[in-house]
């Protein structure tokens, strides 16, 4: 146990926690933020995508102890009430068939569209093949990103 | 029956103006209207991803006469005495809840009416309703259902109600949004692995690693020992005197458990743990299936895919049970001038939902509180009840969102086990199972076989069809299903083969094999034939249509043929374009038909899917782009499946256990495009979630092979092996 200062959606929490513990469950099991989903744990589904300085990370594969002050923004923290155009984009589409990926996919988007705001397809399937939809919503997912960034 | 429903969130969605009433009135278990018109609708089903919980509650608010947005929606927990069937699974929610549904909307609006009546002193028949509003022409009365709401609570339920025609629909037939759509991107919590309260531990378990295998013993001291831990013991899922129903299995009945503060916690400690385990002995046992009992008999043995080949080039020999029979197919082949035979097999799959198995379960001496993902929870509460020795009105289920079903959750197993360890913790559990846990667990789709003879005369005419197929270890045939009652000499039989794999329903059972597998073979014949294949099919259905062989053929042809002709047109399917290799197939399956043409172009010598098009029969299509969403979902996870994925077995091990070596399709593998139509007509809904999965695989085959001139015999196509490791 160690004690850790960790900077997420804007607030620093204070933790006496395990080093190694990965953010994914500093999040779910901690700070009570449950958008970040568990799927795999070995970084190959991409639904615990969070934002480590606006960067697309596993946070399944980020320990605790490497995060520092580093700011963590977590799919509660991507907009007040789902305006982000991303979010919007997805409600436009009606993207979601049983939602549990979604927002991995919605935070590897978004930083996607931070980085490169008019991607090419291959670039949009390059940037989210790390994200798995096992309802198969890619076509839907890829029309959102698409409307997002002429937005 | 349950004061606080934690599924009830008081989120707005942006569309809901009004604020929330003051007063709610209950008109009936399935509705309650607020005094200023909002109307909360529960939604009695499991939600999986298919969307009922906006398609069910459309129906109910259809027939109420409300605008969809003054319409919350709340999932409904088990409540077998308001509703029926609160089940997730062969794709028959809307088909079996479109009466009861629209009637309980239909029945709560009369006693709006009655109540206006009473209000006004005149005749009900002069009162009509629009959108949430009571009007009487002749005297100018008008009220919002809100003001109408307790006193129409109060009025007898009518007993002879009419629906509207389905012409006067608003709702039905308009799309309307995913209900949780903002609460989803906004990553509120949803799901069962989200669920929490107050002093709540983390549990986790650890199953055999091989099946064939059982717990011989369990050292867990150094594993108590560990930060956050409280208990390590063994639990048995089911006891000796339980009679299994059909949504058990059993081959992991004894597992080890863990039990923590954290989830991270509790995972290193199951790094820690000491197991031993031992060869489990052959097994017969009684299954109540639906109330005929059946015998399952369970070898004892450690099973490679070896193994099973060994199996399927063995049967292959051997003559299976004969099934169904039409004309003389054996004398017809000994004429044949040419005889086309064909062998199609298909691995283990796992179901892998993306948000793992897991329960909530809160277990005192009076009361038993479940919370989590479960597609039979009917079931699971007569099961959980024997298992705690408790009464059914004790036991408490909510249902969660989940994040999958495919067919996995109908599979309890996880929910007993929550329960039994909460009750050994004496605190509230959330039972969590990890990746691995979840894809070594079994419940597999069942690895399959089938071999196909087309028998030709010397004018390329068809004249016998002879399909054999088998499992391990359930036979996939469905022998009165096209191209049965096409074709006057006709022959299916099957075999099976024990394991003690175990199996369960995945998306289409049985479906979603042999459907690729047909019409990959179809497509041979065709060829073979100097046939287009689309002409070719439309010409079996004709015959099945105007003179059908035989009897209890399970297809109406006309509809099917339908698909056909509107994928044909959509597609246009007969335009030439040398870049775009087409490859058609068409399934009926859980009561809809469905035609695909798939596209694929060569890009750098590699087959990409352009584009799929998708013509679909499924009676009145409730929520059209909700629907076109699971279609296209189908098509998806069709060509992913038949492409890429596989369990595969040495000495009872599952080779694969995670994410890094069972292959699922990723968004650059999906098609760039899909189109999917829908055949218009009035005849009452029937399914969506199964009946695009399975036609696919056989429209990716056929037109791989015109891309490649190499046709594809065993999923996934990517190795095509015969059970490739």
């Known amino acids: 146990m160690a004690l850790f200062q960790l900077n997420v959606n804007g607030t620093t929490h204070e933790l006496d926690i395990d080093p190694s513990t990965p953010i994914l469950w500093v999040l779910r099991d901690h700070l009570n933020l449950v958008g970040t989903k568990y799927g795999c744990g070995i970084a190959q589904c991409g639904a615990c995508t969070v934002h480590l300085n606006g960067v697309a990370v596993r946070s399944c594969q980020l320990p605790i102890s490497a995060v520092g002050n580093n700011a963590l923004t977590t799919i509660e923290g991507l907009s007040e009430k789902g305006e982000h155009p991303v979010q919007k984009a997805w409600i436009e589409h009606d993207v979601p068939q049983c939602g549990y990926c979604q927002a991995g996919q919605i935070m590897s988007a978004s930083a996607l569209l931070e980085a490169n705001p008019n991607p090419s397809e291959e670039e949009i399937e390059s940037a989210m093949n790390g994200n798995l939809c096992r309802c198969g919503t890619y076509t839907r997912i890829k029309a959102a990103i698409k409307t997002a960034s002429n937005s | ?499 003690n794999i175990t199996v369960g329903a995945f998306r289409a059972p049985r479906s979603n094999f042999i459907a690729g597998a047909e019409q990959a073979f179809l497509d041979e014949v065709a060829e073979a034939m100097g046939k287009d294949p689309i002409d070719f099919r439309l010409e079996l259905l004709d015959r099945a249509e105007k003179n059908p062989v035989g009897k209890n053929n399970d297809y109406e042809a006309s509809r099917y043929a339908g698909v056909l002709k509107l994928v044909k047109e959509k597609s246009n399917w007969t335009a030439a374009d040398s870049s775009i290799y087409r490859g058609t197939a068409a399934y009926f399956c859980h009561n809809s038909y469905v035609a695909n043409v798939l596209d694929l172009e060569m890009q750098n010598g590699n087959p990409v899917v352009k584009k799929v098009y998708c013509a679909i029969d499924c009676g009145i299509v409730v929520n059209p782009d909700a629907a076109t969403n699971l279609a296209e979902g189908g098509v998806v996870d069709g060509i992913g499946h038949a492409m890429y994925s596989a369990i595969t077995f040495k000495d009872g091990m599952p080779e694969q256990n995670n994410f890094d070596r069972y292959r699922l399709i990723r968004h650059s593998e999906a098609p760039k495009e899909i189109e999917v139509h829908f055949v218009d007509n009035q005849i009452d809904p029937t399914g969506l979630g199964e009946p695009p999965f399975p036609p696919i695989m056989g429209a990716m085959a056929n037109a791989l092979y015109k891309a490649t001139g190499v046709r594809h015999y065993n999923q996934p196509f990517i190795t095509d092996k015969p059970l490739a490791g």
Not at chain 2, 212 to 231: F, T, V, Y
Not at chain 2, 248 to 262: R, S, Y
Not at chain 2, 288 to 310: I, Y
């Open chain 2, 1 to 499: 029956m349950l004061s606080f429903n934690w599924l009830t969130s008081c989120d707005m969605t942006p569309k809901q103006v009004k604020a929330l009433p003051k007063e709610w009135f209950e008109l009936n278990g399935f509705l309650k209207i607020g005094d200023n018109g909002l109307v909360t609708i529960m939604s009695p089903n499991p939600e999986i991803g298919q969307n009922v919980k906006t398609s069910m509650p459309m129906l109910v608010a259809e027939e109420l006469d409300v605008d969809w947005n003054d319409v919350i929606v709340e999932q409904a927990p088990l409540n077998t005495s308001v509703f029926s069937r609160q089940l997730a699974g062969g794709s028959q929610s809307i088909r079996q809840g479109w009466n009861s549904l629209r009637m309980a909307g239909a029945t709560a609006r009369a006693m709006l009416i009655q109540a206006a009546a009473q209000s006004w002193g005149v005749a009900a028949s002069e009162i009509t309703t629009l959108e949430g509003q009571l009007i009487h022409e002749g005297t100018g009365n008008k009220s919002g259902y809100g003001a109408m709401a307790s006193l129409a609570a109060q009025q007898e339920v009518p007993e002879d109600v009419v629906l509207k025609d389905l012409n006067d629909f608003k709702i039905i037939g308009s799309s309307k949004k995913n209900v949780d759509g903002t609460k989803i991107v906004t990553g509120q919590p949803l799901y069962g692995l989200d669920y929490r309260s107050e002093n709540m531990l983390i549990a986790m378990i650890v199953h055999p690693p091989a099946f064939g295998m059982k717990l011989k013993s369990l050292e867990g001291s150094e594993a108590e020992k560990m930060p956050g831990i409280k208990k390590v013991f063994t639990i048995k899922t089911h006891l000796e005197d339980y009679s299994l129903g059909a949504f058990d299995n059993d081959a992991f009945n004894e597992i080890a458990v863990v039990v923590g503060n954290t989830t991270w916690e509790v995972m290193k400690a199951k790094e820690v743990l000491k197991t031993e385990w031992e060869l489990a002995p052959a097994k017969k046992e009684e299954l109540n299936f639906f109330g005929r009992t059946v015998t399952v008999e369970t070898p004892a043995g450690l099973e490679s895919s070896t193994d099973h080949q060994k199996v399927f080039e063995r049967m292959a020999k051997k003559k299976g049970k004969v099934v169904r029979k039409d004309g003389n197919p054996e004398k017809m082949f000994s004429q044949a001038a040419k005889i086309i035979e064909r062998t199609y097999t298909c691995p283990f799959l796992a179901h892998n939902t993306m948000e793992p198995m897991n329960f909530y379960a809160d277990v005192t001496p009076e009361r038993a509180n479940l919370v989590g993902p479960i597609q039979t929870p009917e079931i699971m509460e007569g099961s959980i009840a024997k298992r705690l020795g408790m009464d059914k009105e004790k036991i408490d289920i909510q249902m969660t969102r989940m994040g999958g079903g495919f067919g996995r959750r109908l599979y309890g197993h996880f929910m007993t086990e929550a329960a039994v360890i909460s009750k050994e913790m004496g605190q509230p559990v959330k039972l969590i199972y990890s990746r691995e846990d979840d894809m070594t667990q079994g419940t597999y789709r069942p690895s399959y076989h089938a071999t196909y003879r087309a028998a030709l005369d010397k004018e390329n005419n068809l004249i016998a069809f002879h399909v054999k197929t088998g499992g391990i270890p359930e036979s996939p045939l469905a022998a009165n299903r096209f191209p049965a009652g096409a074709i006057d000499h006709y022959m299916a039989e099957e075999w099976t083969e024990k394991s």
